[in-house]
Nanobody, 126 residues
Framework: QVQLVESGGGLVQAGDSLRLTCQAS????????MGWFRQAPGKEREFVAA????????YYADSAKGRFTPSRDNPKNTVYLQLNSLKPDDTAVYYC???????????????????WGQGTQVTVSS
């Protein structure tokens, strides 16, 4: 079983940047696609971005295109999400997750993931 711990969230102003980190332990994630989701109060968890096992393929939600960038460092068992040009609507808890092995790409649905972190809060003030 893989454990995931997100960090790097915080309170920022509109237009600022943050880099979220997802540290995995218990199992190597190098052969798994990884995803980032977010959940705002009173809303369902929504897909943000996914990155394939070697980082060669990336898929974005429309809300993330041009502003957010996932990356990964497999030797460090870590994935990242760079958040640029943040907006108040980006305020949410951000989660990383490990996709089931060998499933359809891109994994944009919550049901396509087998392990989740506890999340990190991102708050963007106007």
């Amino acid at each position: 079983q893989v454990q995931l711990v997100e960090s790097g969230g915080g309170l920022v102003q509109a237009g600022d940047s943050l880099r979220l980190t997802c540290q995995a332990s218990g199992r190597a994630i190098s052969m798994y696609s990884m995803g980032w989701f977010r959940q705002a109060p009173g809303k369902e968890r929504e897909f943000v971005a996914a990155i394939s096992w070697a980082g060669a393929h990336v898929y974005y939600a429309d809300s993330a295109k041009g502003r957010f960038t996932p990356s990964r460092d497999n030797p460090k068992n870590t994935v990242y999400l760079q958040l640029n040009s943040l907006k108040p609507d980006d305020t949410a808890v951000y989660y990383c997750a490990v996709a089931f092995f060998g499933k359809v790409w891109p994994p944009t649905n919550v049901s396509q993931y087998m392990s989740w972190g506890q999340g990190t809060q991102v708050t963007v003030s106007s």
